[in-house]
């Protein structure tokens, strides 16, 4: 699964939400339509409407009361878009193959204010999916492995977290856990990095720090499929993510 990827990341949409058609999914979403029936994994394709277009969530339902969530949604259509947020979709993905229990929605429109995840916010709070105590959300997953930070968002989630690894907290720009938060629904953002030599950056500890000047990658042409790594993904999933979802 992790090296889809590469696959994925060649899949071009027009741009952000903004250019969504309002009744044919963009080709990103079309691609994972696909990618989810080949790997034989039930899904809904929600729309719903954005203005003058619509946006699309998919809907991976399961029986417990946790969330996993990473966004699809893209804003410069002319790159890879590979660490935001293509990876974070793949492992989300992943992670619904290694534990079919868990609620995981792959969200659209993070990147025009979190129109999916205020979709979903609403979903919850009606009950479409029971009872779900947090949502976990996956940003920038595509390089780091074990290492990581996770968002300034104090709750029942990261005090799970941190009492699993003491890993750093970081005050993050807009992602979709802020939406969910502001539903009153608790969430928290986690984002892998790869460590540096030099004392730069994101402390993991006294003799590690994490690389941050990847996260401005972001948007630019800098955001390539050789800056990210499959090894890295799964890693990630398998070593951190499963962990804090056991």
């Not at 992790?2 to 044919?24: A, T």
């Not at 009361?65 to 935001?84: G, R, T, Y």
């Not at 193959?97 to 919850?124: A, T, Y």
């Amino acid at each position: 699964m992790y090296s889809k990827i590469y696959e994925f990341c060649k899949v071009r949409n027009e741009g952000s939400i903004r250019f969504n058609d309002p009744e044919i999914p963009t080709n990103r979403v079309i691609y994972l339509l696909k990618l989810l029936k080949s790997e034989s994994i039930d899904y809904e394709l929600d729309i719903f409407p954005y203005r003058e277009t619509s946006a699309y969530n998919l809907i991976l339902k399961g029986s417990s009361s946790k969330m996993v969530v990473a966004h699809h949604d893209i804003v410069n259509p002319n790159i890879d878009n590979a660490n935001d947020n293509s990876c974070s979709v793949i492992n989300a993905i992943m992670i619904k193959k290694l534990m079919p229990e868990i609620n995981v929605v792959i969200l659209d429109g993070e990147e025009s204010g979190g129109v999916g995840s205020q979709r979903v916010s609403d979903q919850i709070k009606s009950g479409k999916f029971g009872s779900i105590d947090w949502v976990l959300n996956l940003e920038l997953s595509g390089k780091g492995g074990k290492y990581f930070f996770i968002g300034d968002y104090p709750g029942s989630l990261t005090n799970h977290i941190k009492s699993i690894f003491n890993c750093p907290i970081v005050r993050t720009p807009f992602n979709d856990s802020v939406i969910f938060r502001k539903n009153g629904i608790d969430s928290c953002v986690i984002n892998p990095l790869p460590p540096v030599d030099k004392k730069t950056g994101v402390k993991w500890d006294e003799n590690t720090y994490l690389d941050f000047d990847l996260l401005f990658n972001c948007h630019s042409a800098k955001d390539t499929l050789d800056t990210i790594s499959p090894d890295d993904m799964k890693e990630f999933v398998e070593e951190v993510v499963l962990k804090i979802l056991r």
